[in-house]
């Protein structure tokens, strides 16, 4: 895996996705007669809901990056109280300000942004075979019918593609599909209290039976070290 020497100023970006709608909240649904004399009831999520699960949405055109970071610190380190506008809020002390509302933030500017909160960014220029070998969340930047667009990838297997988008919701990419649209760098925030079994490695899957047959494990602590953890962290 090939070190990038964070050259990320030429990578600034402007999308045209932004994701407008209101988010529903999960509602309970009550049924009765099922046993005699009980009432049972289960949780059920709205469409749109199960779309953005374990995902933090973008509220602007320009906040692709500022979202995607969110959902790796919320979900990955456990940062509960991190929202968009959080993150928005440090970037801005940080970039210009005017700068990022027409052009979108660099991977220099979230690299920068991280290392405030205590952690760091490391950038990685990798192949498509490679993508195999990406054992924990990342950021990439996709080309999307002309639009520069951050989004967190949670895992890779066979030729599908598991990506949060933080405009469209979670969704499965063919691996084809996202190579095209893709530019060979991937960044990892890495730190201090990773959790290894962070829910962004287990996304929802189609259900099949090879599905029913899978076991989520988490990530082993060496592979940890080859993206830029530091030993005293991982054991």
Known sequence: MKSLAISFLGISLATGLLMQ????????IRMGNIVPGTLVSKEV??????????LVPQETDFSCG??????????????????????LQGLFEIADANEARKLGFSLLDLNNYVETVGL????????????DTVS????????????????V?????GDRVYVGDPALGNKVMNRSEFVEAWNN????????????STVLLD???PLTARRLTDVFSPVPKQQLLDFGFRHAEVF
Do not use: C, M, W
């Open 21 to 28: 709608a209101n988010h529903a909240e999960s509602a309970a």
């Open 185 to 196: 760098v991937i960044f990892a925030v890495v730190g201090e209290n990773f959790d290894t």
């Open 136 to 151: 924990i969340p990342v950021i990439v930047l996709l080309d999307l019918d002309g639009y520069q667009h951050f989004v």
């Open 66 to 87: 500022a979202a995607s970071l969110a959902t790796i610190l919320k979900y990955a380190y456990g940062r509960s109280n991190v929202t968009e506008e959080s993150v």
């Open 120 to 131: 760091r960014g490391r950038g990685y220029s990798i192949d498509e075979p490679a993508l």
């Open 45 to 54: 999520q709205s469409i749109l809901e199960r779309k953005f699960e374990n």
């Open 203 to 205: 996304p929802a899957q």
């Open 153 to 157: 990838l949670k895992k890779v297997e």
